[in-house]
């Protein structure tokens, strides 16, 4: 079992970076793949992007694509999620997931433990 925490959601101006972190706990944490999903108000929760546990594959979701950067360091057990020139748009609450497949799915049904969520908010 995972059990994973989110930090380093904030109030940005348009344009401007945030960097969050997933703090995974748990035996084998290091094994897991682990995701990025965002949810905006009143929408459903979409992909941003994933990394194997290696860190050897990692993939994003179009519209974060040259933007957003994922990471991580399995010594600390923490995934990062880099994210420049961050619009209003990429405003949402963020939750890190992880799963045990080497490549998950994009589909929040895909992955099995999920943290509680950081906010980002991105104004103009």
């Known amino acids: 079992q995972v059990q994973l925490v989110e930090s380093g959601g904030g109030l940005v101006q348009a344009g401007g970076s945030l960097r969050l972190s997933c703090a995974a706990s748990?035996?084998?944490?290091?094994?897991?793949?682990i995701g990025w999903f965002r949810q905006a108000p009143g929408k459903e929760r979409e992909f941003a992007a994933a990394i194997n546990w290696s860190g050897g594959i990692t993939y994003y979701t179009d519209s974060v694509k040259g933007r957003f950067t994922i990471s991580r360091d399995n010594a600390k057990n923490t995934v990062y999620l880099q994210m420049n020139s961050l619009k209003p748009e990429d405003t949402a609450v963020y939750y890190c997931a992880a799963d045990r497949a080497v490549v998950p799915g994009r589909e929040s049904r895909s992955w099995t433990y999920w943290g509680q969520g950081t906010q980002v908010t991105i104004f103009s």
């Open positions: 748990g035996r084998t944490a290091s094994s897991y793949s």
